[in-house]
């Protein structure tokens, strides 16, 4: 068997193993290409459409979050990827966790980042979807900023993956969000294993 190979796939190495997996639809699998922001003018996390913040867009984004097959998708991979904290009436996940997530994240889709432009990014991520920004909280703070806290909901936790999703999918289809959270998922696997201690990063 090669060494470091799984058991269970018949002694093919990670490498072979990744590189068989077939990322459908194929309208998001360039996305997951090692060179894909090496020759475009703009690099594609800095592209964005407008077409996606038109009103039918709009509303097709906020039925995808409530369609079964996108919360399944996101749900699951939340529940791979993040280990949850607290009892069974308060469950949350730990800023720790949130962090060691989505370097992981970071490093599959924005591959050659520094390590500290990625952690600034997640920080901010972190700041803005645990924010307490609830309506009664605003008004009695008078309109200063929402209360910030150190864990995330599970209903918090869901909206920041679906952020994640909604932002890298070229297009409002189901089959791309859940193609998109199927292939993030697959390169998570394999990502790291020469490391596992990089993705051990707190600000």
Known sequence: MIPGADPLSGGMDPASMENQFKIEPESIAFIFKMDRDIFPAKAYYEDGNPEMYSLANKERRATLKTNSEVKN????????EFVKSGGKTNVCYQKEEYFKGFVKIGMVLRPGIELDDLTKIIKEDFDNDCADKNETDDRNA?????????????AKMFDAVFELVDTWCPNVEESEYVGFINALSHKLKYAGQQDGAAYNIMP
């Not at 998708?73 to 791979?80: G, P, R």
């Not at 910030?148 to 909901?153: A, E, G």
Request: charged residues 30%; hydrophobic residues 40%.
């Open 73 to 80: 998708a996101i749900e699951k991979f939340i529940a791979s």
């Open 142 to 154: 008078e309109g200063s900023a929402p209360k910030q806290l150190d864990t995330l909901t599970e």
